[in-house]
């Protein structure tokens, strides 16, 4: 919830500090990709045979000055599958148990960034932010349902591309990255692992609209 109020705080900071809005410096983009979450990679390759997710979101964003700009966002990453396991050690062989596992997870995020050569067909940008992370696990034992759920704050860094199509239309490319420390979870081995950050690598391509002329 602090992470929360700190990224509304923020956004508020730097529109009200910008000039008044222009629908010309306001874009909406939708996002999709590949997210490997490489922070808790051998967890997951535990549980479900590989530490990747499909990656689907929006972004809503806004151009301060020049090229600096600011944008608030949500990432969905859809259930993965696999079955709770018994490990005995961080070199020891995971042990299927037969217990179907769903891990998914969620991240708001904000970004500040800036982005270069605005006046050219191509503009590359980079951006760092903060964002916060929800990760859910559903298992059923023995049948009855179990749901361990989780939020986290963390931080994160990108660098992208785009290609101006028309005056509003453009389609980029981005890779992001993200560091989410100190959080628990993943189908209980990430303790035998000592893998506690929720974070990773994620590649994503946008289709981008901007209003105005």
């Not at 969905?76 to 490990?87: H, T």
């Not at 023995?142 to 290609?163: D, H, K």
């Amino acid at each position: 919830m602090r992470l929360a109020r700190a990224l509304l705080v923020l956004t508020t900071i730097l529109i009200s500090g910008a000039a008044p809005l222009s629908a010309s410096d306001l874009y909406v983009a939708a996002q999709g990709g590949y997210f490997d979450m490489s922070g808790a990679s051998r967890s997951l390759e535990a549980i479900a045979g590989s530490s990747g997710f499909g990656s689907f979101g929006a972004e809503w964003g806004y151009g301060i000055h020049r090229g600096l700009f600011a944008a608030v966002g949500y990432s969905f990453f859809p259930g993965k599958e696999g079955e709770r396991v018994f490990l005995a050690g961080p070199n020891d062989r995971p042990f299927a148990l037969g217990f179907p596992l769903r891990v998914t997870r969620g991240a708001a995020h904000l970004n500040v960034g800036w982005r270069f050569f605005r006046a050219k067909r191509f503009s590359p940008y980079a951006a760092v932010g903060a964002e916060l992370v929800s990760l859910k696990e559903t298992s059923e034992v023995a049948g009855e349902t179990i749901e361990e759920a989780q939020s986290q704050g963390g931080f994160r860094g990108l660098v992208g591309v785009e290609y101006r199509a028309t005056a509003r239309l453009r389609f980029g490319a981005e890779i992001v990255g993200s560091s989410v420390p100190n959080a628990l979870g993943v189908g209980g081995v990430s303790r035998v692992y000592a893998e506690d950050d929720i974070g990773g690598v994620a590649v994503l391509g946008k289709v981008i609209y901007r209003f105005g002329r």
